[in-house]
């Protein structure tokens, strides 16, 4: 399929004014707090992965936070996701809003809940159709639970 066609695909269906309203950063770490059982293993991050998430982020000022999301009744249909012993972890940069996990059902969940902001929305941004993007896999997915 033509990128420019699906594109304009993503827009036709899923931008619409409702979906307006960038979170901070605090704000989604408050959301993943309330939602699960978080571990913050931020002090056990490896030089490794932290040169990763420095090229990831593209920058050296980073106040990057590092959470593990115990296995529990609220995370039960994030778990099922993941290989048997495999845990799921969540990378949160404040500096740069750069969100990450190898979970992709919770990574969806946090982009949506963080939202866009009015310049993105206006301008058709790479950060919009990132988000709109994010709105069709959860419409594809089994999680129809509304996002606040």
């Given at each position: ?73 609220a995370s039960k249909e994030y778990y099922q996701e993941m290989d048997d012993e495999e845990k799921i972890y969540v990378y949160i940069d ?55």
């Amino acid at each position: 399929m033509n990128m420019n066609k699906y594109v304009k695909s993503l827009i036709k269906k899923y931008k619409n004014p409702s979906i307006i309203g960038e979170k901070s950063i605090e704000e989604v770490i408050d959301y993943l707090k309330q939602k699960f059982i978080i571990k913050d293993i931020t002090q056990n991050i490896s030089d490794i992965e932290m040169k990763i998430c420095r090229f990831n982020i593209s920058s050296e000022d980073i106040k990057f936070h590092a959470y593990r999301v115990e296995d529990s009744t609220a995370s039960k249909e994030y778990y099922q996701e993941m290989d048997d012993e495999e845990k799921i972890y969540v990378y949160i940069d404040e500096a740069s809003g750069y969100i990450e996990s190898n979970c992709s059902g919770l990574f969806t969940e946090l982009a949506l809940y963080k939202g866009i902001s009015q310049y993105d929305y206006d301008n058709n941004t790479d950060k919009l159709i990132e988000y709109l993007t994010h709105c069709k896999d959860w419409e594809e997915g089994s999680r129809r639970e509304e996002i606040q």
